[in-house]
């Protein structure tokens, strides 16, 4: 329930200059990266994967000023669906029951989506997303029964006057630029091999995949796809230039996706593509380049960015809450 004077109300294209802002602002505040920008906003009245009139509210005072923005998109097309959310609330707006309202809103949305299923063959789930030292938050969910399922780790890598370690590849391999091979299909079936056995992936169809790339997630002009003959066996799938420093707050590039099909890992390949990534970054002009990298990660991903200079800056926690029928 929200404090007298403020209400809900969906998100409309107008809201989207000043929920961006309050979006920077909370970030700020929390010293929180990958935020929502403007584009963002702006592609999820297009997203296929949103109902503008069920999945983005706003909470507004009695002056109509913006003090809270709310987003949830379902995540997942097997026996697990995920409503996975985020939350963002004005620093002069908190401590007064908003974002305990904005989570009982989005777990309201998940019941209701639930009891249209009845039986139990599907299970739905609440999700989120929080920086492990936003206490304040972390409260809030975990009083509306919301549990940490997950901790990924945030890493970077200074690029000004750290040098580039030397990561060949075997004759047999090549890296190429993926805006000269554009060979996205071969590509999205390689990364959803890949991460088949990780934890939370659901295998993601081309249409998904590919609106990743229209909507700016992973770009191609900066993006390196590894080949072994013919055949895709991994990938670098990165973010830069001035959307990057736009999302990130600061002069940074952004690995969204890095992956090695299993068959050919431990042979140096991840290393190399993120050797030829922060080639790219530092003629981009970025001074440092970040990636998340699950906590757990049995594949060694967390030593081999540690061998190329990456250092662990933050954590993140996955919450999850079920709907018990």
């Given at each position: 329930?929200l404090?007298d ?12 200059e000043?929920a ?6 909370s ?5 929180e990266q990958r935020?929502?920008?403007r584009?963002i906003l702006?592609s999820?009245?297009a997203?296929?994967e ?6 983005l509210?706003?909470?507004?005072d ?11 998109i379902w995540?997942?097309?097997g026996?697990?669906?995920?409503y996975q ?5 004005h620093?002069d707006q908190?401590n007064?029951?908003i974002?305990?309202a904005?989570?009982?809103n ?10 249209r299923?009845?039986?139990?063959a599907?299970?739905?789930r609440?999700g989120?997303?929080l920086l492990e ?6 409260a809030?969910?975990e009083?509306s029964?919301?549990?940490i ?5 945030v ?12 990561g060949q590849v075997?004759?047999?391999f090549?890296i190429v630029?993926w ?5 996205d ?12 056995e990780h934890?939370?992936?659901e295998?993601?169809?081309?249409e998904k995949?590919?609106?990743?790339v229209?909507a ?5 002009r900066f993006?390196?796809i590894l080949?072994k003959?013919?055949e ?6 990165n973010?830069m ?6 999302k990130?707050?600061r002069?940074?590039a952004w690995?969204?996706i ?12 991840a290393r190399a593509?993120?050797?030829?990534t922060?080639e790219k970054a530092?003629e981009?002009?970025h001074s440092?380049l970040?990636l998340?990298?699950d ?6 991903a967390v030593r081999?960015y540690?061998s190329?200079?990456f ?13 018990l029928p």
């Open positions: 329930m404090p004077g403020f209400r809900f109300r969906l998100f409309t294209p107008e809201d989207v000043a961006a802002h309050l979006i920077h602002l970030a700020l505040k929390d010293q935020v929502l920008t584009d702006n999820r009245f997203d296929g949103v109902n503008p009139e069920k999945d509210w706003v909470v507004e009695e002056g109509g000023a913006l003090a809270a923005y709310g987003e949830g995540r997942g097309e026996r697990v669906r995920v959310t985020r939350s963002f609330v620093p908190r007064r029951g974002g305990r904005l989570v009982a989005q777990w309201r949305l998940v019941e209701e989506t639930a009891r299923y009845p039986g139990g599907i299970r739905f609440l989120t997303r030292t936003n206490l304040a938050a972390r809030v969910v009083a029964g919301m549990k399922a997950r901790r990924f780790i890493m970077n890598r200074d690029l000004p006057g750290k040098g580039i370690p030397e075997a004759d047999a090549r630029p805006v000269e091979q554009r060979e299909e071969a590509v999205w079936n390689a990364y959803n091999d890949a991460f088949s934890w939370g992936f295998k993601e169809s081309f995949f590919r609106k990743k229209e700016g997630l992973f770009d191609p993006s390196f080949f003959g013919d895709v066996v991994g990938a670098s799938l973010d230039g001035e959307g990057a420093i736009e990130q707050g002069n940074q690995v969204q890095i992956f090695v099909r299993k068959e050919w890992r431990r042979r140096g390949l593509l993120l050797v030829r922060m530092m981009m002009g440092a970040g998340n990298v906590a757990t990660n049995e594949s060694g081999v540690e190329v200079g250092y662990a800056e933050a954590g993140y926690l996955i919450y999850y809450r079920d709907f």
